[in-house]
Antibody, heavy 118, light 105 residues
């Protein structure tokens, strides 16, 4: 069965960076795009960007272009998102998702909470 | 494309027919999905392409709409349907609505 397993919660200092991981299993990793989504506490969802695991091509929401960097490691079926120059506004839960053949996100990781605090 | 969901909070009784609305700022061309998010969980896909039911989702959930106006209907509300529901467009970029919180009266 399809599973996206995300790394554990992170507590990071303002100005620092954090790299989140998303390990895929149960399907051919390179056949489906991976998307990342932000959910600030108790609020709605924001699309951050996606990566094509086969080619490494990325597409970002303009709002996150200077904040997030998406990469993959095909040898371990893992997608990564690095968030840089963290501020309190980056404190949120971040999800990785798989984009289905119908063009919609069908499977989601369990989410990882990032807390930015000194 | 911006998505406006209404109402933001809905309280209904078990067995009720419930309708949630999602309106786009532009034509979405039926590239509209609905997600259910229970407290502390990741969103779950219910409906995609306006009216296609995701595998494993109960048939009491259905979607409809066209152009800029879309609807999620629960034909007979069950206690386990308590959640926040988000609409999502993937026609032009990717945008989520602000959500409708559904409670049992």
């Amino acid at each position: 069965q399809v599973n996206l397993l995300q790394s554990g919660a992170a507590l990071v200092k303002p100005g620092a960076s954090v790299k989140l991981s998303c390990k895929a299993s149960g399907y051919t990793f390179t056949d489906y795009y991976i998307h990342w989504v932000k959910q600030s506490h108790g609020k709605s969802l924001e699309w951050i960007g996606y990566i094509n695991p086969n080619s490494g091509y990325t597409n970002y929401n303009e709002k996150f272009k200077s904040k997030a960097t998406l990469t993959v490691d095909k040898s371990t079926n893992t997608a990564y998102m690095e968030l840089s120059r963290l501020t309190s506004e980056d404190s949120a839960t971040y999800y990785c998702t798989r984009r289905s053949e119908f063009g919609v996100e069908d499977y989601w990781g369990q989410g990882v909470m990032v807390t930015v605090s000194s | 494309i911006q998505l406006t969901q209404s109402p933001s909070l809905l309280s209904a009784s078990v067995g009720d027919r419930v309708t949630l609305s999602c309106k786009g700022s532009q034509n979405i061309n039926n590239y509209l999905a609905w997600y259910q998010q229970k407290l502390g969980e990741a969103p779950k896909l219910l409906i995609y392409n306006t009216n296609s039911l995701q595998t494993g989702i109960p048939s009491r959930f259905s979607g409809s709409g066209s152009g800029t106006d879309y609807t999620l209907t629960i034909s007979s509300l069950q206690p386990e349907d308590v959640a926040t529901y988000f609409c999502y467009q993937y026609n032009n970029g990717f945008t989520f609505g602000s959500g409708t919180k559904l409670e049992i009266k």
